[in-house]
């Protein structure tokens, strides 16, 4: 089964929880603080393995959470970190962001790794907290949550050669004639409904991967009929053949054929006009071939310019000149970068995933909701959800950050009062005007 969209859930292992502890030793009364830190959660990384061809794995199994890392331990001992998760991925592998829709990585080679869902850092024990003021502090962080989100895996078909054209023309039958696949073939249009994929025995020592596609039909590229579902698959190919129904077998006209199926390739991806294309002339078995060819030559002569285009007679029925065009197609080949495709996208993408944001910078803003004053602030959640707020230390502690990033002066400049609510995330408080501490 070729599947070739999935959307997944990743969420990145949380991290261990930091303990509070104290040293209990023979002859050492009142021991110091021994609490360990809690150990990181791992993260949920993707991995290109050139076996795969489909994303079906993944119509099966549609969530991928991490491990998280242990707990710290007594005698100042940490928790162990959690191992990542390897999920493995088919090259041509574009990761998208479902919130945003940006795309967050561009998979193409093999072994090429991409994080996607960060663990969580492990929390503190109390041995972290102690000061000359406070040497034996009641302090522990809470693991930090691990990141999670919904992803869109598309694959794009990786496929040195790929056979466009208009249904019924003979592409499907071609790739069956010249490689061990075995393609649908039938009388009638959209036979092939997804790529299938066949490696092409030239005969001299040089093969090749090549790609039958579903049929393209007027109006692709604003997505009729298959559309985008199968133009997406086009982008990889290196070269393309363009197969032609030269003895109009259906009505229509070869050379109308060849105009309109370009037209949707550059209107889909200016890039595709300038992609290497060899025009495969099919059915030249059938009556009036000969004549329709000595036309369509004319034809793309008077719109060609100085662009050259090689033009195949062939029929996959009786194999006429089949094999001149897989010499044709391996020649082309030789001249053509490994990988003509999106480059800065796939180098932009991994910058940007590696780079992770710096979770200690803590912003916000302050607002009043009917009878309730609200701070907003990724920074302060995650702040909170790291501390134990049944510990009275840990609160004094995350009500004196919150007073010195300014917090306290921002509630009170737009009205907070003595006795008033605040809310926190899905925490609610009450503001004491020149206290410490929020609670």
């Given at each position: 089964m070729f599947v070739d969209k999935a959307k997944i859930f990743v969420k990145g292992g949380d991290g261990g929880n930091g303990i509070v502890s104290y040293r209990r030793e023979l002859y050492v009364p009142n021991g110091g603080p021994a609490g360990g830190d809690g150990g990181r959660g791992g993260n949920v990384?993707?991995?290109?393995?050139?076996?795969?061809?489909?994303?079906?794995?993944?119509?099966?199994?549609?969530?991928?959470?991490?491990?998280?890392?242990?707990?710290?331990?007594?005698?100042?001992?940490?928790?162990?970190?959690?191992e990542d998760m390897i999920v493995r991925i088919p090259p041509g592998t574009v990761i998208i962001n479902d919130d945003t829709q940006e795309i967050i990585a561009d998979m193409t080679r093999q072994g090429q790794e991409v994080i996607v869902a960060q663990g969580g850092r492990g929390g503190r024990g109390n041995m972290r907290f102690a000061t000359s003021t406070n040497p034996a502090p009641d302090i522990a962080e809470n693991g930090e949550e691990g990141e999670e989100r919904w992803i869109v895996l598309e694959l794009k078909v990786m496929a040195d050669v790929g056979l466009v054209g208009f249904p019924s023309v003979g592409k499907s039958t071609l790739l069956s004639?010249?490689?061990?696949?075995?393609?649908?073939?039938?009388?009638?249009?959209?036979?092939?409904?997804?790529p299938n994929l066949g490696v092409v025995d030239v005969g001299d020592d040089r093969n090749f991967v090549m790609a039958d596609l579903p049929g393209l039909i007027e109006g692709a590229s604003e997505g009729v009929g298959l559309g985008h579902e199968f133009l997406r698959h086009v982008e990889r190919t290196r070269v393309i053949v363009h197969v032609i129904?030269?003895?109009?077998?259906?009505?229509r006209d070869p050379f109308d054929d060849w105009v309109k199926i370009n037209k949707e390739l550059r209107q889909y991806n200016e890039k595709l006009a300038d992609r290497p294309q060899i025009i495969a002339a099919n059915k030249m078995d059938m009556p009036g071939a000969e004549e329709q060819l000595e036309l369509f030559k004319e034809q793309l002569a008077e719109v060609?310019?100085?662009?050259?285009?090689?033009?195949?007679?062939?029929s996959s029925l009786t194999r006429q000149g089949v094999q001149e065009l897989l010499y044709k197609a391996a020649d082309v080949l030789?001249?053509?970068?490994?990988?003509?495709?999106?480059?800065?996208?796939?180098?932009?993408?991994?910058?940007?995933?590696?780079?992770?944001?710096?979770?200690?910078?803590?912003?916000?803003?302050?607002?009043?909701?009917?009878?309730?004053?609200?701070?907003?602030?990724?920074?302060?959640?995650?702040?909170?959800?790291?501390?134990?707020?049944?510990?009275?230390?840990?609160v004094m502690r995350f009500a004196r950050i919150l007073r010195n990033i300014g917090v306290d002066a921002a509630l009170r400049k737009i009205g907070a009062k003595d006795g008033d609510i605040c809310r926190i995330g899905h925490y609610q408080f009450e503001f004491f005007e020149g206290s410490d501490y929020i609670y």
């Open positions: 990384i993707f991995r290109v393995d050139e076996g795969l061809r489909t994303l079906v794995d993944f119509r099966y199994q549609k969530h991928f959470k991490a491990k998280p890392g242990e707990r710290g331990k007594v005698k100042g001992m940490h928790g162990a970190g959690a004639v010249v490689s061990g696949a075995k393609p649908k073939i039938g009388a009638y249009h959209f036979t092939t409904i997804t129904d030269m003895a109009a077998t259906e009505g060609a310019g100085d662009r050259h285009y090689d033009i195949m007679p062939m030789e001249t053509v970068p490994e990988q003509p495709m999106l480059e800065e996208v796939s180098e932009l993408a991994e910058r940007k995933v590696y780079k992770f944001e710096k979770r200690d910078e803590i912003t916000f803003r302050v607002f009043k909701e009917d009878e309730i004053y609200v701070v907003e602030s990724e920074g302060i959640e995650r702040l909170m959800k790291r501390t134990n707020l049944t510990s009275y230390d840990a």
